[in-house]
């Protein structure tokens, strides 16, 4: 997801063992022909060394999408966007899926229920007025996001029939302590509870569409924000990588994740 560029900035207060990361014997590499859609939670905005013919979709080589295509000597198409919304991703990145398509990546859902203007108004504004925003993003992911949900990830199946999709989700910002500099507490629980709130709506519209839903949240517990060991950025600069994992977050959370939903849906498959 992408973050607007306004006055934030004032407020900015593994390697793996051999088979860790391997696509299992049942499918081999050679025959993974894998595509990364989404938000920049799978383009990698946040974890850096990013290529620059990307411009602002910021694919980084970071990204857990990266790592597990050299991992796995997949063939690889990087379609993933900072800024996606399932409308862009609709429009503009579901001609990399085509019927050749083995795998299937996806974060998405976070910026069509206006990721970037909850975290500007939580850091800018008062705790009652960032409660009534989260709010406000609550009931559009209850009530709006499903449906284009479904049509997504409906329009993936249609161009990739044949191709094994796993669904990403995300993982909460904050470790609540007793003290952190920053957000109140207030703040970072009812951001915490958005989260957990889009997740359990991706999780269920992933179930819809019989995609493989990735919980990343166990794998980030005790790396949020505030916890002394953090993967997510805090606000930052660029502005844009604020709240985003980290090059670790996408190591060793994301990419663990990836790696064990991937085996979980080919030995299912089997």
Same mark, same amino acid.
């Given at each position: +997801?992408?973050?607007?560029?306004?006055?934030?900035?004032?407020?900015? !207060?593994?390697?793996? %063992?051999?088979?860790? +990361?391997?696509?299992?014997?049942?499918?081999? $590499? $050679?025959?993974?022909?894998?595509?990364?859609?989404? @938000?920049?939670?799978? =383009?990698?905005?946040?974890?850096?060394?990013?290529?620059? @013919? *990307?411009?602002?979709?910021?694919?980084?080589?970071?990204? #857990?999408?990266?790592?597990?295509?050299?991992?796995?000597?997949?063939?690889?198409?990087?379609?993933?966007?900072?800024?996606?919304?399932?409308?862009? /991703?609709?429009?503009?990145?579901?001609?990399?899926?085509?019927?050749?398509?083995?795998?299937?990546?996806?974060? /998405?859902?976070?910026?069509?229920?206006?990721?970037?203007?909850? +975290?500007? &108004?939580?850091?800018?504004?008062?705790? *009652?007025?960032?409660?009534?925003?989260? &709010?406000?993003?609550?009931?559009? +992911?209850?009530?709006?996001?499903?449906?284009?949900? @479904?049509?997504? #990830? =409906?329009?993936?199946?249609?161009?990739?029939?044949?191709?094994?999709?796993?669904?990403?989700?995300?993982?909460?910002?904050?470790?609540?302590?007793?003290?952190?500099?920053?957000?109140?507490?207030?703040?970072?629980?009812?951001?915490?509870?958005?989260?957990?709130?889009?997740?359990?709506?991706?999780?269920? %519209?992933?179930?819809?569409?019989?995609?493989?839903?990735?919980?990343?949240?166990?794998?980030?517990?005790?790396?949020?924000?505030?916890?002394?060991? @953090?993967?997510?950025?805090?606000? &930052?600069?660029?502005?844009?990588?604020?709240?985003?994992? &980290?090059?670790?977050?996408?190591?060793?959370?994301?990419?663990?994740?990836?790696?064990?939903? !991937?085996?979980? !849906?080919?030995?299912?498959?089997?």
């Amino acid at each position: +997801m992408r973050l607007f560029r306004p006055s934030l900035v004032a407020f900015g !207060a593994v390697t793996f %063992a051999a088979g860790s +990361m391997v696509w299992p014997a049942t499918a081999t $590499a $050679a025959a993974t022909n894998y595509v990364a859609l989404g @938000d920049s939670y799978s =383009s990698g905005t946040g974890a850096g060394s990013y290529d620059p @013919d *990307s411009g602002a979709c910021k694919r980084s080589a970071n990204a #857990y999408a990266k790592l597990w295509a050299a991992a796995n000597g997949a063939s690889f198409t990087f379609a993933a966007c900072s800024g996606a919304t399932t409308a862009t /991703v609709t429009s503009g990145q579901l001609g990399a899926l085509s019927s050749s398509t083995t795998l299937v990546t996806i974060t /998405v859902g976070g910026n069509d229920a206006g990721f970037s203007d909850v +975290m500007q &108004t939580c850091v800018l504004k008062s705790e *009652s007025t960032c409660k009534s925003r989260v &709010t406000q993003a609550e009931t559009y +992911m209850k009530n709006t996001l499903p449906g284009r949900l @479904d049509s997504v #990830y =409906s329009k993936i199946r249609d161009r990739a029939p044949s191709a094994r999709v796993v669904v990403l989700g995300y993982p909460r910002l904050y470790k609540i302590v007793n003290v952190c500099v920053g957000l109140s507490n207030g703040k970072r629980t009812a951001l915490n509870h958005a989260a957990d709130t889009l997740d359990g709506v991706v999780a269920q %519209a992933a179930g819809r569409a019989g995609f493989t839903w990735s919980d990343v949240r166990d794998e980030f517990s005790g790396h949020e924000l505030c916890s002394g060991d @953090d993967w997510l950025n805090a606000v &930052t600069i660029p502005i844009e990588s604020s709240y985003h994992p &980290t090059a670790r977050g996408h190591r060793l959370g994301y990419l663990p994740a990836l790696t064990g939903s !991937a085996r979980a !849906a080919v030995e299912q498959d089997a």
